[in-house]
C-alpha cells in the first residue's frame, strides 16, 4: 500500500513540476514574441528610438527569466532565441533597419518553434 501511495505522491509532484515549467516557458515567450511584432511595427514606421526601448525590454525580460526556464529546457533552444534578440539589438543600435527586422522575424520564428515543442503532441512524443 505504502508503494502505491508513493507512486502517486511522484506522479502528481511530476506533473506540477511539468506544468509548472509549461506555464513558465510559454507566458515568458509568448510576453517577448509581443515585444518583438511590436519593436518590428515600430522600426517599420520610423520610431527606431521607441523600436530600441522595446527590444532592449524584451531582452531583460529574458535574461530575468532565462535561469527557471533553463530548469525545464535544455540551452540550445534557448540561446538561440537569446543570441538572435542580442544580434537584433545591435543591428537596430547601429542603424540597419532591415537587418533588424529580417533578425527579429527569426527570433519571433524561433520562439514560435520553440512554443510549437512544448505543447503535448502525438508528434513530439514519437
Avoid at 514574441?33 to 523600436?51: C, W
Avoid at 535574461?63 to 527557471?68: A, G
Avoid at 527586422?101 to 512544448?118: M, Q, V
Amino acid at each position: 500500500m505504502h508503494r502505491l501511495i508513493s507512486t502517486v505522491i511522484i506522479f502528481i509532484l511530476t506533473l506540477l513540476i511539468i506544468t509548472a515549467g509549461f506555464a513558465i516557458n510559454t507566458r515568458t515567450t509568448n510576453s517577448i514574441n509581443e515585444k518583438i511584432n511590436t519593436a518590428i511595427e515600430l522600426n517599420t514606421y520610423g520610431e527606431i528610438e521607441d523600436a530600441k526601448n522595446i527590444i532592449q525590454t524584451a531582452i531583460d525580460e529574458w535574461d530575468n527569466h532565462i535561469e527557471t526556464m533553463l530548469l525545464f529546457e535544455s540551452h540550445g533552444k534557448l540561446d538561440q532565441i537569446e543570441e538572435s534578440l542580442k544580434i537584433a539589438q545591435m543591428y537596430i543600435k547601429n542603424g540597419e533597419t532591415e537587418m533588424f527586422n529580417a533578425e527579429c522575424k527569426r527570433a519571433s520564428i524561433l520562439i514560435d518553434h520553440f512554443n510549437s515543442l512544448e505543447y503535448p503532441t502525438i508528434y513530439n512524443i514519437f
